[in-house]
């Protein structure tokens, strides 16, 4: 299941695609202008969505041993291919697999060997787990590059302000998402005082829910999933970001 993203997860994505190693929260915090909590926020969200799958390292195995890089283009049904996908993944020397939505050569497999007898070894354990091998060649190079409509430009920045709006002063307003276990979830904001979840100077103006726009009260409810929008005078604390999520997470390196 798919959902939207504003400015400042498209500005995360394309920042770790650049170079999630040499990345810290802190630095990603102030290269867009946000507070590093909420950075660790929007990335543990990515993740519990499924959009930042993992962090992985790009290896040239040319330069590993000169290690041979071979692409098989294999056909499967549409009923098997996601079973044979994985299956396939199990096989010694198998670094990826690819999906294709297409009727023939469905399936992409990336596999590394030290010699082509090693490649050959791979293509029989694909034969016997089914895949009919179409087409297969030796990898090259291959190259990547961040998604340029993810790439930050004057009039994103300018939009990408409705995460975190730095006022006079050191006063903000901040925007987070509730995880679902969080501790403010299925409070109210009375009962979110009481227990000190927000703060002394944190206010709630504005909590977004799927496309309705709630203005928060004493008794409003928070859920899991809703859009809060927080000012504080004096900065939000991270104290408070971590009320709206189980975990206060560090962003990991490939």
Same mark, same amino acid.
């Given at each position: 299941?798919? =959902? +939207?993203?504003?400015?400042?997860? *498209? ?12 990345? $810290?929260? %802190? ?7 946000? $507070? ?8 543990? @969200? ?32 549409? +009923?098997?291919?996601? +079973?044979?996908?994985?299956?396939? &993944? ?7 697999? =690819? ?23 791979? $293509? ?16 090259? #190079?291959?190259?990547? /590059?961040?998604?340029? %409509?993810? *790439? ?6 300018? *939009?990408?302000? /409705?995460?975190?709006? $730095? ?22 904001? @009375? ?17 977004? !829910? ?10 409003? !409810? ?10 504080? !005078? ?7 970001? #971590? ?6 997470? %560090? &962003?990991?390196?490939?």
């Amino acid at each position: 299941m798919s =959902r +939207s993203l504003d400015e400042l997860d *498209k500005r995360i994505i394309y920042a770790l695609q650049e170079d999630a190693r040499n990345i $810290s929260t %802190p630095m990603l915090a102030d290269e867009i202008d946000v $507070s590093p909590g909420t950075i660790r926020n929007r990335i543990g @969200h990515l993740e519990d969505d499924g959009i930042i799958k993992g962090y992985h390292a790009d290896i040239d195995y040319e330069r590993c041993e000169s290690r041979l890089t071979n692409l098989f283009v294999c056909n499967t049904s549409a +009923s098997e291919q996601e +079973s044979l996908a994985r299956q396939a &993944l199990s096989v010694p020397g198998v670094v990826n697999v =690819r999906e294709l939505r297409s009727g023939r050569e469905n399936l992409q497999i990336k596999a590394v060997g030290e010699e082509i007898s090693d490649l050959t070894q791979i $293509s029989h354990h694909l034969s016997k787990l089914g895949l009919e091998i179409a087409d297969e060649d030796l990898i090259q #190079e291959e190259y990547f /590059t961040p998604y340029e %409509p993810f *790439k930050p430009d004057s009039a994103a920045e300018k *939009k990408m302000m /409705t995460d975190m709006v $730095s006022l006079s002063g050191d006063a903000e307003v901040v925007d987070v998402t509730v995880s679902p276990n969080a501790p403010i979830a299925d409070t109210t904001l @009375h009962e979110a005082n009481e227990q000190s979840m927000l703060g002394e100077e944190v206010l709630v103006i504005a909590i977004k !829910r799927e496309d309705e726009v709630i203005t928060p009260k004493g008794d409003t !409810r928070i859920h899991a999933g809703d859009f809060v929008s927080l000012f504080a !005078r004096n900065g939000v604390p991270e104290t408070t970001l #971590e009320s709206f999520a189980k975990t206060d997470r %560090p &962003l990991k390196s490939s």
